[in-house]
């Protein structure tokens, strides 16, 4: 069974452009969550989302980011514009109904020069 | 906002020693509680999740749980070079988690 898959895993893009992340949750999840980590701030939980309906956006930082699901089987992160301080890993992850574990995509790496 | 505290370290023992890792949280509601263990580049991995007072073990570790104070613990016996990473705690169905604790384990 294939895991979270997160795309792309790299990306460089200058101060100013649009960034879209995106993700793909295992099959048959129904919570899917997206992280930011840095050295500095540690694994921040941005947003998540349970049956593709957001439940708590607190974490996102303000309102260059925002993120949608369209449906079970993806989920988008986007930075509008993007700024240098954005350069983070951006996680995506998944749980199932059960509630026991959350399954991390491998990350997606950000600079924003 | 909900708290996750954890020593960020670094942890440093010797091969072999138990290695013991903290973490507390503020919402005094929590029901379950999740240590994840990550290395350097890589995406968190699930080592241990513990719902009821007390211990659980799997192995070489023991998750420890005192919800009358507010804290879960990750025992790891018989520590490892291997166990050097980063580990974090996670508390509830929100998923939040704290800053880590970086454990070094040195042959």
């Known amino acids: 069974d294939a895991g979270v898959i997160q795309s792309p895993r790299h990306e460089v893009t200058e101060m100013g452009q649009e960034v879209t992340l995106r993700c793909k949750p295992i099959s048959g999840h129904n919570s899917l969550f997206w992280y930011r980590q840095t050295m500095m701030r540690g694994l921040e939980l941005l947003i998540y989302f349970n049956n593709n309906v957001p439940i708590d956006d607190s974490g996102m930082p303000e309102d260059r980011f925002s993120a949608k699901m369209p449906n079970a089987s993806f989920s988008t992160l986007k930075i509008q514009p993007s700024e240098p301080r954005d350069s983070a890993v951006y996680f995506c992850a998944s749980r199932d109904s059960s509630g026991n574990t959350i399954y991390f995509g491998e990350g997606s790496w950000l600079t924003v020069v | 906002q909900k708290e996750v505290e954890q020593n960020s370290g670094p942890l440093s023992v010797p091969e072999g020693a138990i290695a013991s890792l903290n973490c507390t949280y503020s919402d005094r509601g929590s029901q379950s509680f999740f240590w994840y263990r990550q290395y350097s580049g890589k995406s968190p991995e699930l080592i241990m999740f513990i719902y009821s007072n007390g211990d659980k073990e799997d192995g070489r570790f023991t998750a420890q749980l005192n919800k009358a104070s507010q804290y879960v613990s990750l025992l790891i016996r018989d520590s490892q070079p291997s166990d050097s990473a980063t580990y974090l705690c996670?508390?509830?169905?929100?998923?939040?988690f704290g800053a880590g604790t970086r454990l070094t384990v040195k042959p």
């Open positions: 996670a508390v509830n169905n929100d998923m939040r």
